[in-house]
């Protein structure tokens, strides 16, 4: 079963609005990262956050983490056009040493 | 920034014939690296842990005979997809890890088997 399990699957808003997306797992976490796809390409890391911390900012992007529900969400804030894209949580689990498991991914459409 | 350059970026191929993919890191050495297989709209599935200068790691469901795994150096892992088929068409990518658990991707390799 999925580790990382990504809500919702697709996300459309208007170019200026903010996108929240979610991601559950289920077991212990070393980390939670946050990559991007473009279609067609590979991923581009865009954030990691720590099992201890909570919240984590890098620009226009705002990462939260509550290992207790074990739930992230990545914040997009006044997103772009150019923001469209495929964005996938990936957990790095306790005592995994690099190896990440991704979850299926969110299909952001960002109109401008 | 660290990177990590994969060729080819597509590649036709019969079936039956053997495909080999290359993945690179540009500017730091990397002792492991990872192969994912991706189909359209899908997660990123784990199929390998290369490590330099031993025997790759599987995941379970992966056939080591078919996809063989050489990491004969800090900045090299190649997959080859041997007798390939219709079905191992996809997009395959490849990782690498500089430090701090986050890892650099390459460009993804669109394989299709006709």
């Known amino acids: 079963s999925q580790q990382g399990e990504e809500d919702p699957q697709a996300l459309s808003i208007q170019e200026g609005e903010n996108a929240t997306m979610n991601c559950s797992y289920k077991?212990?976490?070393?980390?939670l990262q946050w990559y991007r796809q473009n279609s067609g390409r590979g991923l581009v890391h865009l954030i990691l956050?720590?099992?201890?911390?909570r919240e984590k900012h890098s620009g226009r992007l705002r990462v939260t983490l509550d290992t207790s529900k074990k739930s992230s969400s990545l914040l997009i804030t006044a997103s772009r056009a150019a923001d469209t894209a495929s964005y996938f949580c990936?957990?790095?689990?306790?005592?995994?040493?690099?190896?990440?498991?991704f979850g299926k991914g969110i299909t952001l459409s960002v109109r401008p | 920034g660290a990177v990590v350059s994969q060729h080819p970026s597509w590649v036709i191929c019969k079936s039956g014939t053997s495909v080999k993919i290359e993945c690179r890191s540009l500017?730091?050495?990397?002792?492991?690296m990872f192969w994912y297989r991706q189909f359209p709209k899908q997660s990123l599935m784990l199929m390998a842990t290369?490590?330099?200068?031993?025997?790759?790691?599987?995941e379970q469901g992966v056939e080591k005979d078919k996809f063989l795994i050489n990491h004969a150096s800090l900045t090299l892992s190649t997959l080859t997809v041997t007798s390939a088929h219709p079905e191992d068409s996809s997009f395959y990518i490849c990782?690498?890890?500089?430090?701090?658990?986050?890892?650099?991707f390459g460009n993804g390799t669109r394989l299709t088997v006709t």
């Open positions: 990782s690498a890890s500089r430090s701090q658990a986050r890892l650099h």
């Open positions: 077991t212990s976490i070393n980390n």
């Open positions: 956050i720590r099992s201890n911390e």
């Open positions: 990936a957990t790095e689990i306790t005592g995994a040493n690099s190896k990440l498991t």
């Open positions: 500017d730091f050495q990397a002792t492991t």
């Open positions: 290369s490590n330099e200068g031993s025997k790759a790691t599987y």
